[in-house]
C-alpha cells in the first residue's frame, strides 16, 4: 500500500479522501492510504481536514520522497494555472498516482494517464484517451474515442458525444453536453449547462445553447 498526498485542501480534494476510502472498503485491498494533505494557504497549515493533517505547502512535495501524489486543485477561477502549480512541485511524472473510484465504468481500451482521478459513477467508453492530472467528476460520460487534453477538469454529469477532442487545461462546467466531432481549444472554460455544436478557439468561455463565446479565460 502506498501513502498519498494530496495537493490542495479544496471540495476536489476530499473527493478523493472519499474516492480512497471507498476503494479500501471494496473486494480487492486499497493501493493507497491517504497521509494527507498540501497546501500553500498557511492558515491550513497544522489542522486537520476530515480526519487528516495539512502537512505544509506544495513546496513540500519535493522532500516527500516516500510517498505519492495526486492533485485535487484547479476550479473555474484557476484551471488554465494547473500546469504550472503541478510543474512548481518538482515531483516527477511517475509519482502521481491514478485514482479511479469503484463504481466508474472504464473500457478495457481506454487509456488513463498519470494522476489523473475518476470519481463516482463515471464512465469510459472504448478507445477514449484521458491525459495526465485529469480529474472527471462524478457521473461524467466520455464516449468512445474521446481525447482528454492534460490538466483538464470535467463537472459533474457533463456528457461528452463520440470523438470529441478536449485540449490542455480546460474546464468543463456540470452538466454541458459536448457534440460529437467537436474539438475544444486548449484553455476552454464551458458554463454549466451549455450545449457546445462547434469547435471552440484557444482561451475561449462558451455559454448557453447553443454556446457562444463569451469572453476570453484570460
Not at 502537512?55 to 485535487?72: I, K, Q, S, W, Y
Not at 470523438?163 to 453536453?177: P, Q
Request: aromatic share 4%.
Amino acid at each position: 500500500m502506498h501513502d498519498l498526498v494530496i495537493l490542495g485542501t479544496g471540495g476536489n480534494c476530499l473527493d478523493i479522501v472519499d474516492a480512497v476510502e471507498d476503494l479500501k472498503a471494496g473486494p480487492e485491498p486499497g493501493r493507497f492510504r491517504v497521509r494527507g494533505f498540501l497546501d500553500d494557504n498557511p492558515a491550513t497549515h497544522g489542522t486537520r481536514i476530515c480526519g487528516l493533517p495539512v502537512l505544509g505547502p506544495l513546496a513540500m512535495a519535493a522532500t516527500l520522497t516516500d510517498c505519492l501524489f495526486v492533485n485535487g486543485i484547479g476550479s473555474p477561477r484557476n484551471f488554465w494555472k494547473k500546469p504550472a502549480i503541478i510543474a512548481a512541485t518538482a515531483v516527477p511524472r511517475d509519482r502521481f498516482a491514478t485514482v479511479i473510484h469503484p463504481s466508474a465504468c472504464v473500457s478495457r481500451f481506454a487509456e488513463i494517464g498519470p494522476g489523473s482521478v475518476l470519481l463516482q459513477h463515471v464512465t469510459v467508453n472504448a478507445r477514449a484517451k484521458i491525459g495526465a492530472h485529469v480529474i472527471v467528476l462524478p457521473g461524467v460520460v466520455i464516449s468512445h474515442d474521446d481525447q482528454i487534453g492534460d490538466y483538464t477538469c470535467i463537472a459533474s454529469a457533463a456528457c461528452l458525444a463520440g470523438d470529441v477532442k478536449v485540449g490542455e487545461a480546460c474546464y468543463l462546467g456540470s452538466h454541458c453536453s459536448i457534440n460529437g466531432g467537436v474539438t475544444l481549444g486548449a484553455h476552454t472554460l464551458v458554463g454549466m449547462g451549455a450545449v457546445v455544436l462547434r469547435d471552440t478557439p484557444e482561451r475561449s468561455v462558451m455559454v448557453g445553447n447553443p454556446a457562444r463565446v463569451l469572453r476570453s479565460t484570460y
